[in-house]
């Protein structure tokens, strides 16, 4: 990689935002502070702080925008000194987190209540034996051929 396709830019991280694939994170960049509506998500590209300021080795797209960006985001050290900015920014990731935390609870959720149905026929079985040492024979049965 020539050094000629990337420049060095101050970016600012402005946290975790919801991915268009359910249940997935990306990261949110402000390239530009002239325009701190205008992000720039990537999956890969992390940052730690929000509201912080980062050195970012980046290319620009044909449009201008941020096409790809080179090595890990290096922190200066320093954070925004807009406060209602930086709030909103944390308020957007923690909204963001919180649903897909939601999203992945129904898919667990989910996936228990389809194990529930399928140990459905198990139950009943273990229920109809009589006897402690009866229900503890079919247990150890039933778990002898599952991990067979």
């Known amino acids: 990689m ?3 396709k990337f420049t060095e830019e101050t970016w600012v ?6 991915a268009v694939r359910r249940g ?3 990261h949110a960049w402000v390239p530009d502070m002239e325009h701190p509506d205008t992000l720039a998500h990537f999956v890969k590209v992390k940052g730690r702080v929000v509201g912080g300021i980062y050195t970012v ?20 050290g320093e954070r925004i000194e807009d406060v209602s900015q930086l709030l909103e920014w944390q308020a957007q990731q923690a ?10 609870r129904q898919d667990v959720d989910a996936k228990n209540d389809e194990f529930k149905d399928l140990c459905a026929p198990l139950r009943d079985l273990v229920r109809k034996q009589i006897g402690t040492a009866r229900r503890a024979g079919l247990i150890a049965a039933i778990i002898a051929e599952v991990t067979r």
């Open 2 to 4: 020539s050094d000629d």
């Open 13 to 18: 991280y402005a946290g975790q935002r919801e």
């Open 24 to 26: 997935k994170l990306n």
């Open 57 to 76: 080795k980046a290319e620009r797209g044909d449009d201008g925008s941020p096409a790809t960006v080179y090595g890990t985001p290096v922190y200066t």
């Open 95 to 104: 909204a963001a987190s919180t649903s897909v935390e939601s999203w992945r």
